[in-house]
């Protein structure tokens, strides 16, 4: 078990940014491949975007394309999410996950196909 550990939520006006932080607290994470995905309330888990272990091929799903951006850097056994012109309806509680299999467009909405998710942290878009 890799404990990850989500972080930098927050609240933000609509148009703003926020970067969220996925940390294992134990072994190495730069093994593996990462997503994140987020669940508004009353709303099913929502796949939006994962990177490979090499940090190349990331995928984004339509909602967030353009404004969201995935990266990962090794020395910090971490993994990010770069948000841009937020926008209210992404109003959610953001996981991590190791995802099992190669990042691709079948897999970053696919939640079976990960494992080992952190508790979420709550990002609140609002004026």
């Known amino acids: 078990q890799l404990g990850l550990v989500e972080s930098g939520g927050g609240s933000v006006q609509p148009g703003g940014s926020l970067r969220l932080s996925c940390t294992a607290q134990?072994?190495?994470?730069?093994?593996?491949?990462v997503g994140w995905f987020r669940q508004a309330p009353g709303k099913e888990r929502e796949g939006l975007s994962c990177?490979?272990?090499?940090?190349?091929?990331?995928q984004y799903a339509d909602s967030v394309k353009g404004r969201f951006t995935i990266s990962r850097e090794h020395a910090k056994n971490s993994a990010y999410l770069q948000m841009d012109n937020l926008k209210p309806e992404d109003t959610a509680v953001y996981y991590c996950?190791?995802?099992?299999?190669?990042?691709?467009?079948?897999?970053?909405?696919?939640?079976?196909?990960?494992?080992?998710w952190g508790p979420g942290t709550q990002v609140t878009v609002s004026s």
């Open positions: 134990s072994g190495f994470l730069g093994a593996y491949g």
């Open positions: 996950a190791v995802l099992l299999h190669t990042c691709s467009a079948t897999v970053v909405n696919n939640p079976d196909t990960y494992s080992g």
């Open positions: 990177i490979r272990f090499s940090g190349e091929g990331a």
